[in-house]
């Protein structure tokens, strides 16, 4: 069956079998390896990818169903080859992987988040990272990187009060 | 953890869908897919077709209609979640949603799909059965539709025929002013599986007696359960009360064993959290203001 998909904005075509899942036809035939495979079935959340901006499992979705939606990987994240992301730097400032298998979807779960909301409570990081199991248990770091990933990202965004602070400062 | 072929299939109406559905035994509805691709991964499922409903503009959608609350097959977990109409409404909905699967797994899973998988734990068909919600189902022979408490038979079993599938969820909503609802569950991990789930919504006149009320049990017995709380109209209820009328209700209560929770694990957990869902329930109706907007 021919698909169209729309995977890191850039579109591409596969001839596949229906029975293949997007993390199959993600790894195999566009070999973004990136995309873990673990269990699936859906428990650990290693193959989570976003779907129009939101975290779906990969292994749970079959391909053929995919068309029509902007599928984020984790390489769609970076802004330049052999950049990180903040969050990606975050999770390595922090110590936030131990072997890497689960560190993808971890990653993609955070970035929806702090997509949404800019300065999450320690409980809506554990929410967000709830589907998301870690074999090494080493979710203490991995919410630590969160939180300094908003941190990051707070501090970096061109703050609009910041500027209105400033003229309200010149006023007087 | 693959998947045996199967053809795939997706039909542009409800009524194409339908016919697909009916001229096939072999063929299986697929919507948000978080129950059956593990089915079909672990091939406990070996359906020979897919037919995919997911994008049927006649399954989606959320809306108002005298006295219910219509929610279409298709509609995300997720999107239910934060839906304006369900908070106001259904709130026993809009409170169970965050325990239904896990936020990826909600992005993808749809309310419909819960109610036709019917499992005893779920939280979906728990509220469905507590509310007395309404089951719409689509057929080549036209729309039928059926109480919640007949749909659901056994665990994963429900009323539906092969060449039928869920068209949307009538919730009744209700018309008091004062209504509060109340939630517990247990289970072994955040959003796994309950083992007991209880859910209630009491509605309270301006003296605090109780116009309306409705319990629900779920993870217990082999598909959800709605108790008797009909000695407890009309009277203001207090934990006494409440626990008399749950001990009656829960008597003759068939519970489930399995590796996880005893029968007389469940059954006692049962008796708590129905008290706590209970009291939980009236306490947030009581704060509600007597007079003025709802």
């Known amino acids: 069956?021919?698909?169209?998909?729309?995977?890191?904005?850039?579109?591409?075509?596969?001839?596949?079998?229906?029975?293949?899942?997007?993390?199959?036809?993600?790894?195999?035939?566009?070999?973004?390896?990136?995309?873990?495979?673990?269990?699936?079935?859906?428990?650990?959340?290693?193959?989570?990818?976003?779907?129009?901006?939101?975290?779906?499992?990969?292994?749970?979705?079959?391909?053929?169903?995919?068309?029509?939606?902007?599928?984020?990987?984790?390489?769609?994240?970076?802004?330049?080859?052999?950049?990180?992301?903040?969050?990606?730097?975050?999770?390595?400032?922090?110590?936030?992987?131990?072997c890497g298998y689960c560190t993808p979807g971890m990653i993609l779960s955070a970035h929806a988040l702090l997509q949404r909301n800019v300065t999450p409570t320690r409980e809506d990081i554990v929410e967000a990272i709830s589907g998301n199991i870690c074999r090494c248990t080493g979710y203490g770091q991995i919410i630590e990187a969160v939180q300094f990933a908003a941190r990051l990202r707070l501090a970096n965004t061109p703050r609009q009060a910041a500027q209105t602070d400033k003229s309200v400062a010149e006023a007087k | 953890m693959k998947p045996a072929p199967f053809d795939y299939v997706r039909p542009d109406s409800l009524a194409e869908a339908c016919e697909l559905l009916a001229g096939d035994d072999d063929a299986r509805v697929i919507a948000g897919g978080q129950t059956l691709v593990p089915m079909l991964a672990m091939r406990l499922a070996r359906p020979a077709r897919l037919i995919d409903i997911l994008r049927l503009p006649e399954l989606a959608g959320i809306r108002e209609e005298k006295g219910s609350v219509v929610v279409g097959a298709t509609t995300r977990q997720a999107q239910a979640e934060r839906d304006p109409i369900i908070r106001a409404s259904v709130p026993m909905l809009a409170r169970v949603l965050p325990w239904v699967g896990h936020p990826p797994t909600r992005n993808r899973g749809t309310v419909g799909g819960s109610i036709a998988n019917g499992d005893p734990s779920a939280e979906i068909p728990l509220v469905a059965v507590t509310l007395s919600a309404e089951i719409m189902l689509a057929a080549r022979t036209g729309p039928t539709s059926m109480p919640a408490e007949e749909f659901f038979i056994g665990p994963m079993v429900t009323s539906i025929d092969q060449g039928q599938c869920v068209r949307a969820i009538r919730f009744p909503v209700w018309p008091h002013r004062r209504i509060g609802v109340g939630f517990f569950e247990v289970s072994s991990r955040r959003s796994d599986f309950a083992f007991v789930a209880a859910a209630a919504q009491v509605a309270l006149d301006e003296e605090g007696r109780c116009l309306d009320i409705a319990l629900g049990l779920g993870g217990v017995a082999d598909r959800p359960l709605r108790l008797d709380m009909s000695s407890l109209a009309g009277t203001v209820v207090d934990a006494a009360s409440a626990a008399d009328a749950i001990n009656a209700a829960c008597a003759d209560l068939d519970a489930m064993s399995d590796l996880h929770a005893s029968a007389t694990y469940r059954r006692r957990v049962a008796g708590v959290l129905c008290l706590r869902a209970l009291e939980q329930a009236r306490d947030n109706a009581a704060a509600k203001p007597a007079k003025g907007a709802r």
């Open chain 1, 1 to 98: 069956m021919k698909v169209d998909l729309r995977i890191n904005g850039v579109s591409r075509t596969a001839d596949i079998e229906p029975r293949k899942t997007l993390l199959d036809v993600l790894r195999e035939n566009f070999l973004l390896n990136g995309t873990h495979a673990g269990c699936e079935h859906g428990v650990c959340g290693a193959c989570t990818v976003l779907i129009d901006g939101e975290p779906v499992r990969s292994c749970l979705m079959f391909a053929v169903q995919a068309d029509g939606y902007e599928i984020t990987t984790i390489e769609g994240l970076a802004p330049a080859p052999g950049e990180l992301s903040v969050i990606q730097d975050a999770f390595c400032e922090t110590h936030g992987l131990q």
